[in-house]
Every structure is written in structure tokens, then in C-alpha cells.
């Protein structure tokens, strides 16, 4: 540990220790400050210094173990579906690298699917009628550039649409 880090435990330790003195002190002055009675202030602020120590003295609280969810990489469409949904658009607003991998994934295999061969000169063709001319060189060419999120819902949106009715 760095001194750096070590004062700034101490700080955080400090004021742990003392900020409910200092709230029970600030409390009373401020329930003043905006109109209250005298005994109606220091009942605020008794009532505030009995609240933190009777929390502090129960076993609850910030010492409490939080128990452990048994999460697991389990295969199945749920973590799936949850995975794809929180790794595919960025902070940007741009598709991200895994997102991409596993949209190729998706759309190669639905045009395949459809008997669409991206190797082929015609088949290329045939996934630029369905997909789109874009979306269509980003899977046959891997240094083509992303495409617009937007232009990729509205693919795979077409592409869910003429599968539910087929």
C-alpha cells in the first residue's frame, strides 16, 4: 500500500468516526436555523446520534455478508440473450468488437439459412437484396467498415419478420 492510499483510508476511516458527531451537530443547528424550537432541534439530533449508534451496535449492517449468487457460465438462450444485449453497442454509440463478432455470427448464419453463399460472387448479390448493401460488405469483407447500429436493427428486425412468416 502507498502512503497516498494509507492517508486516504485514514481520511475515510476519520470521517466515518466522526461524521455522525458532526451531523448531530450540524442537525440541531440547522432545524434552528430554518424555525424550530430549541427542544425540537436537540430532539433531532439525539435522535440522530441514538439511530447511528444503535445501527453500529447491531450485528447488520455494513459487516453483513451478502450471500453469493451461484452464477455460472451456463449454456442456454437466456445468457445468451443477456449476453449479446449488454456487449453489443458501446459508450460511443457504435457497435462493439464483440458485438460485431457475434452479429457476423447471427446474420451469417441466417443467410445461410437462406441458402445465401457470401463466398460467391451471386451470393453476395443475394445477401445485398436482403440485408443490404452495407451490412452485406461488412459480412463478406472483414475490414469493411461497421455499419450503423440503426442499419443493423432494422437487418435483423427484416430478417426476423420473413422468418416468423415462413
Do not use: C, K
Request: charged share 25%.
Amino acid at each position: 500500500m502507498t502512503r497516498a492510499e494509507d492517508r486516504r483510508d485514514r481520511r475515510a476511516a476519520l470521517g466515518r468516526r466522526w461524521a455522525p458527531l458532526a451531523a448531530a451537530i450540524v442537525t440541531p443547528l440547522f432545524a434552528l436555523l430554518i424555525g424550530a424550537d430549541l427542544p425540537h432541534a436537540l430532539l433531532l439530533g439525539g435522535g440522530l446520534v441514538i439511530a447511528t449508534l444503535v445501527s453500529r451496535a447491531l450485528p447488520y449492517g455494513n459487516r453483513a455478508a451478502w450471500p453469493v449468487l451461484p452464477y455460472g457460465r451456463r449454456a442456454g438462450a437466456r445468457r445468451d440473450v443477456s449476453s449479446l444485449t449488454w456487449t453489443m453497442i458501446d459508450r460511443s454509440g457504435s457497435i462493439s468488437s464483440t458485438g460485431e463478432q457475434r452479429l457476423r455470427t447471427v446474420l451469417t448464419a441466417a443467410l445461410e439459412l437462406r441458402g445465401v453463399d457470401l463466398d460467391s460472387t451471386s451470393g453476395r448479390e443475394q445477401a445485398a437484396a436482403v440485408v443490404g448493401s452495407g451490412v452485406a460488405r461488412w459480412l463478406s469483407d472483414p475490414e469493411a467498415p461497421t455499419p450503423d447500429p440503426r442499419a443493423v436493427r432494422r437487418t435483423i428486425a427484416h430478417l426476423l419478420d420473413e422468418n416468423v412468416t415462413t
